[in-house]
């Protein structure tokens, strides 16, 4: 997994509530068998016209908003179905950083798996990072891992959670499947007593 | 003596591995539910790093989404992407040594009907499947829901899930459900008083005497839908219900085995007092048959009402509320049952079981689908269509004037055929009215199988009770 540590880059802003992962790569693009090359499809149905053509109002088609590697959005983000597809279209996109005020459970813990750090904040500050956000290209923000905070082109300074364990497999891209082949012994044992205990199982 | 316990606490701590310092766990799973959708990448994974599937005892297979539902099951899908997923998922299962209910097998379905169907979910298991609805199996007192194919590479690899501990919600439904109201009803009701995002976070446990009224098929809806309530698991606790459900399936324990499982699984209640980080009550002889009127499933109101305004929300609702309502081509004020509609559907693994078919042939009794309208019914299963068949409901559907089709999710999602076209607007008995999610600007109405029977007669929504 590609390291996460520092990142300073454009912030994009999606001011909507419950963002569904229908929405950030709809279904006819989970037809595939691979991980890469969904970026050119995130947000389909917003991006773009039947057609093909881009809709120019659409934050990500504006000049400035192109090559944002941040993204703000409004609360409940990734909502829907547990399609990793959705990480994996952000993240070939050149998204790094989803700032929300929540996050649906299983859309939050496929960005770990994928080098994208999902931010949860309160309302209020996502409100001034949105703000800040709109400024366009020439307003760079920096997400730093790890000092946990966040920088925005004006300066302010804002702090935000991770849980410990995920921001070590995220700053050390750490394979989940390799860590957890460590354990062998432990599984080992468990499914000793399982036998024992919960035959049927 | 040890604190009181819910129901996910006891099936937490059973599953146990390992537990690190920071309260991370490696968390055991018993069961691992494969589709062709969310798998492709994670047997890559496997081979990439020459890694076997751990238990594949434990793994089953079945081939669902992409799945046409056309008869021609003999032959081979046409759209290619979706013939490519499904040969996959069939060389995979080969590969890794992964039982497989392929297309033409009477046992294949939608995964969260054959689980349940073939005896693989059971009480006080672990359950994940790479598909949200997941969450369905809780409805038998497992701890089920939905991961991402990284983490079902994980499970593949190592039958096990790092997880920290979820909280613990409580959704009471006390009291008598009146005529014409449903598990949908119930489920669709408490989406809209949590709102999608009420549940995230937790497990919610569904309880009282609505909730035990109702048959296992009534709580699979029920649970199915935590997720749309933000809850990554639904659970309820086992009874003698579950036990006769799941007795005789083909994967159910047998024999003195059974005897085992039936003395565990009695133990798969909420111990009295344990506590609850968040509790929400509903009296029962409240609900009435909703439909959604927007673009999330919160957008949930009873048949009787109106379609809303924006300024009746606040915050980020209200700009939700403009982009719905003119995704949905609605105006507020609007009576919803005279909203009309182009398309009914009838499946999915909300409301794809049997007996969900005899509520929709209940109240097509002598009634016909109205003229020009299209209507599918999907049984969940080709076991579930079978079954229909057998009790006649299937020709007596038919002969009222739906399209009687093979197993699969169907216009739940259209990854396969079956999709709204631009504009159309469906009576749909699925889970979501996501942008988009039935077809390209299609429009999305969630209803309960009797519902979905009673828009088909009149054309447009409409009350299931007016009918009666």
Redesign the interface.
């Known amino acids: 997994m590609e390291k996460f540590t520092t990142l300073t880059g454009i912030a994009a802003p999606l ?4 963002i ?1 992962t ?2 950030i790569i ?3 693009f ?6 890469s090359g969904l970026g050119v499809n995130l947000f389909d ?1 917003m991006r773009y016209e ?1 057609d093909g053509s881009e809709k120019p109002d659409f934050v990500l088609n504006q000049p400035a908003y192109r090559d944002a590697e941040v993204l703000v959005a ?3 983000f990734g ?6 597809h959705a ?1 994996w279209a952000i993240k070939d996109f050149g998204i790094r950083c989803v700032i929300a005020p ?5 859309f939050f ?2 960005c770990f ?2 080098g994208i750090l999902p931010i949860a904040l309160p ?1 209020e500050t996502v409100d001034i990072l949105m703000k800040d956000a709109e400024k366009g290209a020439n307003a760079r923000m920096t997400v730093d891992l790890e000092n946990q905070q966040i920088t925005t082109s004006d300066g302010q300074i804002f702090a935000f959670d991770v ?3 995920r921001k070590h497999c995220l700053m050390e891209g750490l394979d ?2 390799g ?3 460590e ?2 012994p ?2 080992d044992a ?2 000793k007593r ?1 036998a024992a205990e ?4 | 003596m040890t604190a009181p316990k819910t129901l996910y606490d006891k099936i937490w701590d059973a599953h146990v ?2 537990q ?1 310092d ?1 309260g ?1 766990c ?1 968390l ?1 799973i ?1 069961r691992h539910l494969v589709h062709e ?2 798998s ?2 994670a047997f ?2 496997l081979r990439m ?1 020459g ?1 076997k599937v ?1 238990a594949p005892e434990k793994t089953i297979a079945v081939p669902d ?2 799945v046409p539902t056309t008869l021609d099951r003999a032959e081979e899908i046409k ?1 290619e ?2 013939r ?2 499904v040969e ?1 998922l069939r060389k995979n299962a080969r590969d890794f040594g992964v039982e497989m209910y392929d297309v033409d097998d009477v046992r294949q379905g939608i995964v969260h009907i054959i689980g349940p169907e073939q005896g693989w979910t ?1 009480p ?2 672990t359950i994940v499947c ?3 609805h997941t969450a369905t199996h809780g409805a038998f007192g497992a701890l089920a ?7 079902v ?2 499970v593949l ?4 899930l ?1 997880q ?1 501990k ?1 909280k613990n919600m409580l959704v009471k439904v006390e009291g008598e459900l009146p005529p014409g109201v449903t598990a949908k009803d119930i489920t669709l009701t408490v989406i809209g008083r949590t709102g ?2 009420g549940g ?2 937790h497990v919610i446990e569904y309880a009282g005497s609505a909730i035990r009224a109702l048959s296992v098929e009534g709580r699979m809806t029920v649970c199915n839908m935590a ?1 749309e309530g ?3 698991a639904g659970l309820i606790a086992p009874d003698e219900k579950t036990f006769a459900y799941v007795k005789g399936r083909p994967h159910a ?1 047998k024999g003195d ?2 005897e ?2 039936l003395a ?1 699984w009695k133990t798969m209640t909420s111990d009295e007092g344990a506590h609850y980080d968040k509790i929400i009550e509903i009296d029962a002889s409240e609900i009435v048959p909703v439909v959604t009127w927007g673009t ?1 499933p ?1 957008d949930v109101l009873p048949i009787t009402g109106v379609v809303p305004s924006p300024s009746d929300f606040t ?3 209200v ?2 509320a403009k ?1 719905s309502l003119d995704y949905m081509g609605l105006t507020p004020g609007q009576k919803l049952s005279e909203i009309e509609i182009d398309t009914v559907f009838i499946g999915s693994c909300t409301n794809g079981r049997i007996e969900d078919l005899r509520e929709v042939a209940k109240v097509m009794e002598g009634k016909k689908v109205k003229a020009g309208l299209r209507a599918m019914i999907v049984p969940g299963s080709g076991l579930v269509r079978a079954q229909a068949e057998e009790e006649g409901i299937a020709q007596k559907l038919q002969e009222a004037g739906f399209e009687w089709r093979m197993a699969g999710c169907s216009m739940c ?3 396969n055929p079956d999709q709204l076209a ?1 504009g159309e607007r469906c009576a749909s008995t699925s889970n ?1 009215n ?4 039935q077809g ?1 600007k299609g429009r999305t109405h969630l209803v309960s199988p009797g519902m979905a029977a009673a828009a088909a007669i009149t054309g447009r929504l409409t009350d299931v009770r007016d009918l009666a």
């Open positions: 001011p909507l509530v419950n569904d229908d929405m709809p279904k006819q989970l037809k595939t068998i691979k991980r149905e039947r409004g609360e409940n909502c829907g179905s547990s399609r990793e990480p929540s996050f649906a459970d299983i813990n496929n798996k994928n309302q849980d410990p364990f989940d499947i860590l957890t082949m354990r062998a432990d599984i468990y499914e399982l919960r035959p049927w199982a | 591995v390992h690190a920071d991370t490696l055991y018993d959708v969310t492709p990448q890559e994974g790093t890694r751990r989404h992409n759209d992407q979706s490519i997923q996959a059971q006080g298991m790479g598909d949200s829901h939905g991961i991402g194919t990284s983490e590479e994980h690899a190592t039958q096990t790092i920290k979820s999608t995002a995230n976070g997720i933000g809850a990554r324990p085995a059974w085992d499982a565990y999330s919160e915050g980020g609702k700009e939700a982009r999602l259209g990854m631009e979501r996501f942008e988009g999610r390209y």
